[in-house]
């Protein structure tokens, strides 16, 4: 009897289980899902935009847009002074040559940044696919350009030579097909570019490359129910191959960016400074002005390090993911200035990655009194650890902080070295860090410096 009875349960159990886990084609229902805990923890991913548009590399990844549809002068004037007159956009795709595109090295650059997945554009707005779809005839990279299989290699590397978490980014719209035209003079009452384009497209990245992240973007111009999103998602929840990895973003429908979805991108460079109880991510470019590579960028138009750092940092106090865009030049080559920010970026996270990797917002984001402090903390093997991570370095000895409570057990350390600091307690709240074991000839760190605070007062 026992054990009939301990089978039922069991049974019971699982039958309970398999119910709970079905998600339905609605928003009450797919906000439900849990976020897969591995996204969280990743905290830096890197964006990369790589297409036909990176064959102009000039003005943006925007170029046929900017050309053809805002009519920048500055693009045709571009195009007059060096293209014959009858050139047209599809021209560039055959000198979209990849030769130099060797995927296990790009899995060595993006590793090097200490980032834990990537988000690589499978198909951006000109519609051109980095893959050889079978619904995009000859506007794939088998067919004209590289001849190869752009998503597939990569997928491959990053699989087999690093544990970073592959993720596509697919863009709903494309600004000239001519079914995406139509359904939007019908005031997308018809949805025949949907169904002939943008779906069988997602559920065929998703079946060959099984992507960690379902990126989506172009969504603007119409609702989810035009897009079908909520019907797509419960299937990527339900019964896709990634149903239990997978993360997606906003970006579903111009009523969804925001406020349904996985993690919130909400605009561009998404970096409000104050804590945000949805998990969320800040998109963002180490080129200030552009996603794909411009090849008359200056080195002004770059991120420096400095900023780099204090955007992450800021970002991840709030709790949210920072996902860094490269563009790769059309040989495949990636410049030397990306290279030498994601090396830089990977170098500060091997000293200082405890005080970001796996870590939570604390109950302070910034610091009370002192604007070169933000916070994180996680939970050690003996209590809470705090992090108080400075972005300047003070002209004195001392950095005084107003959020944190010390105790008789407190114990302040910096990642990266071994000595213990010596601090004083500041009233109720606060407290002065003697800086003076830091010296020139010393130092962990060279753009923030993590200090971990253990045994606080809750
Ligand atoms: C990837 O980077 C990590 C550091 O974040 C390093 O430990 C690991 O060896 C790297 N893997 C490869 C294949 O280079
Ligand atoms: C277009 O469709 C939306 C709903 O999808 C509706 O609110 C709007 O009034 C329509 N516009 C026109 C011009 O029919
Ligand atoms: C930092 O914290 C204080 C409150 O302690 C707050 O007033 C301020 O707006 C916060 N944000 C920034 C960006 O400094």
Request: hydrophobic share 40%.
């Amino acid at each position: 009897m026992a054990s009939i009875a301990l089978k039922l349960f069991f049974f019971l159990g699982l039958f309970v289980c398999d119910t709970w886990a079905q998600y339905t084609p609605d928003w009450d229902s797919l906000d439900k899902r849990p976020l897969p805990a591995w996204y969280d923890e990743s905290k830096l991913g890197i964006f990369i935009h790589w297409g036909v548009f990176s064959v102009p590399s000039f003005s943006s990844e925007w170029f046929w847009w900017d050309w053809q549809g805002a009519k920048l002068p500055g693009v045709q004037q571009f195009m007059q002074d060096n293209y014959r007159p009858d050139f047209t956009y599809a021209d560039f795709a055959s000198m979209f040559t990849a030769e130099f595109y060797n995927s296990d090295e790009w899995a060595n650059i993006f590793n090097s940044s200490g980032a834990r997945y990537i988000v690589f554009v499978s198909k951006h707005h000109e519609g051109y696919t980095n893959w050889p779809s079978k619904y995009s005839f000859n506007w794939n990279s088998m067919d004209v350009g590289p001849k190869r299989d752009i998503v597939g290699e990569l997928a491959q590397s990053i699989r087999s030579k690093t544990n970073i978490h592959f993720g596509l980014y697919h863009s709903m719209f494309e600004w000239f097909h001519p079914l995406y035209l139509n359904d939007k003079s019908n005031n997308f009452s018809t949805q025949d570019f949907v169904n002939q384009k943008t779906l069988p497209e997602l559920y065929e990245i998703v079946n060959n490359y099984k992507p960690d992240v379902v990126w989506s973007d172009g969504d603007w111009e119409a609702m989810d129910d035009y897009w079908k999103s909520k019907d797509f998602l419960a299937w990527l929840y339900n019964n896709s191959p990634v149903k239990d990895t997978v993360v997606v973003n906003d970006r579903w429908g111009k009523n969804v960016g925001c406020v349904h979805g996985g993690f919130y991108t909400c605009g561009d460079r998404f970096n409000p400074g104050h804590l945000v109880a949805h998990k969320w991510e800040n998109a963002m470019t180490i080129d200030k002005y552009s996603w794909g590579y411009r090849r008359n960028a200056k080195l002004v138009d770059y991120l420096t390090m400095e900023e780099l750092i204090d955007t992450f940092v800021k970002t991840v106090s709030c709790g949210g993911n920072m996902l860094m865009n490269v563009g790769p030049r059309h040989d495949g080559t990636i410049d030397p200035i990306y290279q030498e920010r994601l090396k830089a970026m990977g170098d500060w996270m091997a000293v200082n990655g405890d005080g970001i990797y796996g870590t939570r917002p604390w109950k302070y984001q910034n610091d009370t009194i002192n604007p070169d402090v933000w916070y994180t903390m996680k939970q050690g093997d003996s209590g809470t650890l705090v992090y108080a991570i400075l972005l300047n370095w003070p002209t004195g000895d001392m950095v005084r902080l107003g959020a944190p409570m010390t105790t008789v057990s407190t114990v302040v350390t910096m990642l990266g070295f071994p000595e213990k600091f010596s601090y004083i307690s500041t009233g109720t709240a606060g407290m002065i860090i003697n800086l003076s074991p830091i010296n020139p000839n010393i130092n962990p760190s060279k753009y923030a410096w993590v200090f971990q605070l253990e045994g606080l007062a809750n």
